[in-house]
């Protein structure tokens, strides 16, 4: 907000002749059209180029600091008479604009003093895991040049069941601060890295690298389960529909089925020096490495193997001992088919 500056009450001084102005040297006092101050008093050298010793001279109030003030160019010539300066270049000026800088407070640092406040008090952990939401967003505070120090905590209070807190800060040596010390009222969180979907997947698809997105979620939200490293989901398959989103649990997920029930499949004898294929008909679904059961249709007999591939099932030659009827059935029906 602009406000106007406070003047000194000094004599009145007339403005110099258009002739005048012409004829001035390259060393005149020369009007700015603008200037930044850093402290609480504006000088003559200020608004002045050229001013000579009087340029340390303060001859006005500055404005708040962050705010920017204008003053007539004839209350500057006014101002500046009284130290005897009475030639002065002011072009077409009608005005000058005073702006009072100082540091800038940015809210991100705000949000990471608070969080640093309550790290690790009231069960919450590292500082770099809490999400801070303000009720309403901190805008940058402005305060003065001089000031170098960080925000100090005056009071802060935190209800650990819905992370609620209130909060005011100071800084010691900024009389801005001091008159409108900063509160914020918001909720604090911890939170963790989860693995999410990143599109909806259908029953028994395979995950892969690009379905999948880490994202920060409120470590209470995370299930004990939860999939904290997308490497440990890819290549696995859903073992319901999931939803876009949702973040993944190992119940989620199983090693992907390369056998159906009812599938036909590549049955495998494996006998010490002998390798014998036939079709057999799925009679159990399973993954790679899962025993399920195979129907011989050309026996009728029932044998155990192992998934070994897609559509693949290996009985390997302990496993065709345990059973020696199915052996004697199934071998020579093998042979056979070749």
Do not use: C, W
Request: charged share 20%.
């Amino acid at each position: 907000m602009i406000r106007a500056l406070a003047f000194a009450t000094l004599l009145l001084a007339a403005a110099p002749a258009a002739a005048q102005i012409a004829a001035l040297p390259s060393s005149t006092p020369t009007l700015k059209r603008a200037a930044n101050v850093t402290s609480d008093i504006v000088r003559i050298g200020d608004l002045i180029d050229n001013a000579g010793a009087a340029a340390d001279t303060p001859i006005f109030r500055s404005p708040d600091v962050g705010t920017t003030g204008s003053v007539p160019v004839q209350k500057v010539l006014d101002a500046i008479r009284l130290h005897h300066i009475y030639l002065v270049d002011t072009g077409s000026l009608s005005t000058v604009e005073v702006t009072r800088t100082g540091r800038s407070i940015e809210a991100s640092e705000i949000e990471a003093r608070i969080a640093s406040t309550f790290a690790g008090r009231y069960g919450l952990g590292e500082a770099k895991n809490l999400t801070v939401t303000l009720d309403r967003p901190a805008q940058p505070v402005t305060i003065e040049a001089s000031v170098t120090g960080e925000l100090v905590v005056r009071t802060a209070t935190l209800e650990p069941r819905s992370g609620r807190f209130d909060i005011t800060f100071d800084l010691p040596g900024s009389p801005a601060m001091r008159r409108n010390p900063l509160r914020y009222g918001g909720t604090v969180i911890e939170t963790a890295p989860t693995t999410v979907l990143a599109r909806a997947l259908a029953r028994g698809e395979i995950v892969k690298a690009s379905d999948l997105a880490i994202e920060r979620r409120p470590k209470a939200e995370i299930a004990a389960e939860a999939i904290r490293s997308a490497d440990e989901a890819v290549g696995l398959a859903a073992r319901q529909a999931l939803r876009t989103g949702q973040p993944l649990r190992r119940t989620d997920l199983s090693r992907p089925e390369l056998v159906h029930r009812d599938d036909n499949v590549t049955l495998v004898f494996e006998v010490p020096g002998i390798l014998l294929t036939t079709r057999g008909k799925a009679l159990d679904s399973g993954a790679e490495g899962d025993v399920i059961s195979v129907l011989n249709p050309q026996s009728k007999r029932t044998v155990q193997g192992i998934v070994s591939g897609s559509g693949r099932v290996t009985v390997l030659s302990t496993t065709l001992r345990t059973s020696q009827d199915t052996t004697a059935a199934a071998i020579p029906r093998a042979v056979a088919s070749r």
